[in-house]
């Protein structure tokens, strides 16, 4: 869906549900500039020895993928999303990979229990678009055997790109919370709601941590297309004052030469 906004082509990166942040080019984008330290996880991933990988929310099949090309092809995988066309293009994208591979379309939270049961299941940035986590996590654990659950989730607060004004990036991240809240199709401020529920559940504390990622200009092309499609992204929630601000402040350096980006994700290995 394009729109302009202000001389801008808008991009809102929804995927064909209307599920936000999860339009195949924009999830490529985000994998592609994160590869080094998703393929970094991958590899620890693949130390616990799985036989079969269930990943809730697979979207294109960009994550079974990467693990395509570190298991061995004994590993099983099996893919769920609740977006039909993004199942095509991770069918269409494991024609290729030599193991067992299967993709089930469902709708993660009122079919959890069609969910199989497997050695590692992954939950990346799954979580917002649940809105009874507690009970989702549960449910999860209920099947046997449970197996280790992976968790990665970015959370809104987090994200930031700089240098800037602090009252101009106050105003446009306080713009931004309230849009977000007020469209109730995600939880785009979801560290802390994760975290209590993860440690509410009966899955055990295998380890937790909190990755950086971080790019300081000049920035790697790999990484350029997801920045700017966070910027852009963020224009189209802002209000009118906001979204002026943060054009210029794009504009004003518009070769990238004095410019920084981070995150942080929650990271969780649990049994």
């Known amino acids: 869906i394009n729109k302009t906004l202000g001389g801008s082509e808008m991009i809102s990166q929804e995927n064909s549900t209307g599920r936000p942040l999860a339009d195949a080019k924009w999830l490529e984008n985000h994998?592609?500039?994160?590869?080094?330290?998703?393929?970094?996880?991958?590899?620890?991933?693949a130390k616990l020895n799985p036989k079969n990988i269930v990943d809730l929310g697979c979207a294109t099949g960009l994550w079974l993928e990467l693990l395509n090309d570190i298991l061995p092809s004994d590993c099983e995988f099996i893919g769920i999303d609740s977006d039909k066309e993004s199942l095509k293009l991770a069918t269409e994208r494991s024609k290729l990979w030599d193991r067992k591979v299967k993709f089930l379309h469902l709708d993660l939270e009122k079919e959890v229990d069609k969910i199989p049961p497997s050695d590692i299941t992954l939950a990346f940035n799954i979580f917002p678009y649940i809105d009874d986590l507690d009970s989702f996590i549960k449910a999860l654990w209920n099947r046997s055997p449970h197996g280790v659950l992976a968790v990665r989730q970015y959370d809104g607060a987090s994200i930031r790109f700089g240098p800037m004004d602090t009252a101009i990036r106050q105003k446009m991240e306080l713009d931004l919370r309230i849009a977000t809240e007020n469209s109730q199709k995600f939880h785009h401020y979801d560290m802390d709601r994760t975290f209590s529920a993860l440690h509410k559940s009966n899955y055990n504390n295998f380890e937790y941590s909190f990755e950086l990622f971080?790019?300081?200009?000049?920035?790697?092309?790999?990484?350029?297309?997801?920045?700017?499609?966070?910027?852009?992204w963020t224009i189209q929630h802002l209000s009118e004052v906001s979204a002026n601000n943060l054009k210029k402040w794009m504009e004003a350096d518009a070769l990238m030469k004095n410019r920084y980006f981070y995150e942080v994700d929650l990271v969780a290995l649990l049994s």
Do not use: M, W
Request: charge should be positive; avoid cysteine; hydrophobic fraction near 35%.
């Open 214 to 232: 971080e790019r300081v200009s000049p920035f790697d092309e790999n990484f350029i297309p997801y920045y700017q499609g966070t910027l852009i």
């Open 31 to 45: 994998h592609r500039a994160k590869l080094p330290e998703r393929t970094a996880f991958a590899k620890k991933l």
